[in-house]
């Protein structure tokens, strides 16, 4: 049995579409089962509630082989770390106390960064916390996320332009989604593995943010450039947002790492999906499809 958390997020929705597709046996923890693909809900073993919950996990654990950990944001936290260490932590106990063989969780690229790192830091806490469970356990290691450009689709479309607190002409490791998706499947289908480690999920070649502009253009055929935020700016739109102060300090603290380099250099190679095939996939239909005409 394969437990799935976040079913109904983004990277969880794709983990269990694709786990299903393989006729893997496979158990959902939902908060609400009925954003469930129909499908899902009958084909699927569901467990309404939350993975942060010692009840929950006790029930959708029972028989459990391998589990897929994935902590759902919260704006609000008045602490992040301490938000993933409270589903980290009765994860871990009920690892333990069922005997789950393996345990694949989505944290970040650049764990043993020594400088404050906000969000970062609370997933490697995660990371720490997860691998004292006694299983076999895997760190998906994404940095950022292509879909982040989603948010700005009306600013590509509108204004020609996006906007991140980057330096222009420093690589920028990024990631589709659905990479992780891929990877996290690979590892809950496979009873091979042993031990702890890192897997880094990111497209093969970086890019800087003038880059990506460029790209942008490309794919949409029209001009769109890359303006650089200031901190102080990225702080005033999470605040503006009504993320708590803590989560706003954490994501300034992110944005500063990233720039500092918390990533390393991308190895290069074959492998993972790159910013030009995930804009023609997946951004140019979304810019098209704030263009179309709506109808009655």
Do not use: K
């Not at 990631?175 to 009873?191: G, H, K, N, Q, S």
């Not at 140019?284 to 499809?289: G, N, R, Y």
């Amino acid at each position: 049995m394969i437990v799935v958390t976040t079913p109904t997020g983004t990277i969880g929705a794709a983990v269990a579409a694709r786990l299903h597709a393989t006729g893997a046996p496979l158990r959902l923890v939902a908060r609400d089962p009925a954003r469930l693909p129909e499908h899902l809900r009958t084909d699927a073993e569901v467990v309404a509630g939350s993975h942060a919950d010692p009840a929950v996990l006790d029930t959708a654990l029972a028989d459990a082989g391998a589990l897929f950990v994935l902590v759902p944001p919260d704006y609000t936290a008045p602490d992040v770390t301490e938000h993933y260490l409270r589903f980290a932590r009765p994860i871990a106990a009920a690892v333990r106390a069922h005997g789950v063989s393996r345990v694949v969780a989505v944290s970040s690229l650049g764990r043993g960064f020594t400088g404050p790192s906000g969000l970062l830091a609370a997933a490697w806490a995660m990371d720490s916390a997860l691998e004292d469970s006694g299983a076999a356990y895997r760190s998906l290691q994404p940095p950022f996320f292509m879909e982040n450009l989603l948010r700005q689709v009306d600013l590509i479309r509108d204004e020609g332009r996006f906007v991140l607190p980057a330096d222009p002409d420093a690589p920028l490791p990024a990631v589709a989604t659905a990479d992780i998706a891929a990877a996290a499947t690979a590892l809950l289908t496979d009873r091979t593995w042993t031990g702890r480690a890192g897997v880094p999920v990111r497209q093969p070649v970086d890019h800087t943010p003038r880059e990506l502009a460029q790209i942008i253009s490309e794919t949409l055929g029209r001009p769109v450039t890359y303006h650089r935020a200031t901190f102080e700016d990225h702080r005033a739109r999470y605040t503006a947002a009504g993320a708590s102060p803590a989560v706003v300090d954490a994501m300034v603290e992110m944005a500063r790492a990233q720039a500092a380099g918390v990533y390393p250099p991308a190895p290069g190679g074959d492998g993972g999906t790159t910013f030009r095939q995930w804009c023609a996939s997946t951004l140019a239909p979304a810019v098209a499809q704030r263009q179309a005409p709506l109808t009655p």
